[in-house]
């Protein structure tokens, strides 16, 4: 039996059931540290631009964001701007500030999950 499965099996007999969900909650995050910092600096590499260019157009945001990264950012290693690391489309987060108007405030990685509004979403506020 591998190490691993050693260390499984142990939470399971030590833990309990909700435990082992609070463990693999954050285990997930753990495993995917690499992936949740490139997706974060990747957004961060965005923001200035497409702050600007929310700004120089009125408050209006790209109509297509993924197209609009991929027009004003380049990256060899990865061919499609629009999609975050985790293979999801990046989002942007509004706030309305009345029925009539809704402002830009974040861009949003809807996270390891791929589920937007949920606790595993990164964001980085435009301003």
């Known amino acids: 039996m591998s190490a691993g499965k ?5 939470v399971i007999l030590l833990l309990g059931w909700q435990q082992q969900v609070l ?3 954050y285990a997930s ?7 949740i910092v490139q997706t974060y600096t990747e957004m961060e590499s965005f923001r200035g631009s497409l702050s600007s260019y929310i700004q120089d157009n009125g408050g209006q945001p790209p109509v297509d964001l993924g197209t609009w990264l991929n027009k004003n ?10 999609i ?10 509004y706030e ?5 108007t809704r402002h830009v405030v974040a861009i ?14 990164l964001t980085v506020p435009l301003k």
């Open 23 to 25: 463990v693999r909650y």
């Open 96 to 100: 309305s500030i009345d029925w009539r």
């Open 73 to 82: 950012f380049s990256n060899p290693a990865k061919p499609d701007l629009g």
């Open 29 to 35: 995050y753990v495993a995917n540290v690499s992936t």
């Open 84 to 93: 975050d690391f985790f293979g999801n489309p990046y989002q942007l987060d």
């Open 108 to 121: 949003r990685s809807c996270g390891i999950d791929g589920h937007c509004i949920t606790d595993d979403d």
């Open 6 to 10: 050693v260390i499984g099996v142990a």
